[in-house]
């Protein structure tokens, strides 16, 4: 099995702390994206990445960051900064360009206590 | 600057009747148009893509979307409704002119009645 494999997918955090979520993928895309998902939204756009070691803000990137060392692996990490960061958070992966599809992560669903 | 309109928050029908799910769209140039559907607490599938061949595309699970440019929609159909149909859908549009590539509606959510 593959794809674009998300974890945890549940995560519950404290105020006041950083959390990683994790991002792996086996199908070789170049590209990858962070989507944050609200209920009753569509989804909003966090980060974005088209090649390794180079990313860009999304509509939404304040209060997270995000690192792409390898190809394979896309991390998100909300930080402490982000003030409303309860949510269900989607990684996806695709080809660069805008005819192909993205592929999407089970999710993760975060919960600040 | 791209937008996406899902003309219904939620659409209710009765098992085995036709499914209309409405969206349209706004593009600078010919637009890639997506329609994903997403289970509860769940990541979001591909049900079908255009990408400027045939403007009637199908999909997976029996649906099917037309292209029509004069009146710039991506309506998604179904035939005969089954109850695992229920689920959110999504339309996305994606063109060149936006970096960002992908620009999601907000949902329609479909409940399917026995």
């Known amino acids: 099995d593959g794809g674009i494999t998300q974890s945890p997918k549940y995560l519950f955090r404290k105020e006041g702390q950083n959390v990683t979520l994790s991002c792996e993928q086996n199908l070789n895309h170049d590209a990858m994206y962070w989507y944050r998902q609200d209920p009753g939204q569509g989804l909003r756009l966090i980060y974005y990445?088209?090649?390794?070691?180079?990313?860009q803000k999304g509509d939404i990137a304040e209060g997270y960051s995000v690192s792409r060392e390898k190809k394979e692996s896309f991390p998100l990490t909300v930080t402490s900064a982000q003030k409303n960061p309860t949510a269900f958070y989607l990684c996806?992966?695709?080809?660069?360009?805008?005819?192909?599809?993205?592929?999407f992560g089970e999710g993760s669903r975060l919960t600040v206590l | 600057a791209q937008s996406v309109t899902q003309l219904d928050s939620h659409v209710s029908v009765s098992e085995g009747t036709p499914v209309l799910l409405r969206c349209n769209y706004s593009?600078?140039?010919?637009?890639?148009l997506f329609w994903y559907v997403q289970h509860p607490n769940k990541g979001l599938q591909l049900l079908l893509k255009?990408?400027?061949?045939?403007?009637l595309v199908k999909g997976i699970n029996g649906f099917e979307a037309e292209f029509k440019k004069s009146e710039t929609s991506f309506h998604l159909t179904k035939p005969s409704a089954h109850m695992s149909d229920a689920a959110e859908y999504f339309c996305?549009?994606?063109?060149?002119?936006?970096?960002?590539?992908?620009?999601f509606g907000p949902g329609t959510r479909l409940s399917v009645l026995p």
């Open positions: 996305v549009v994606s063109d060149l002119d936006y970096g960002q590539n992908f620009v």
């Open positions: 990445s088209q090649i390794v070691n180079d990313f």
């Open positions: 255009y990408t400027s061949a045939a403007t």
């Open positions: 593009s600078s140039y010919s637009p890639s």
């Open positions: 996806a992966g695709g080809p660069r360009g805008h005819t192909g599809e993205l592929f």
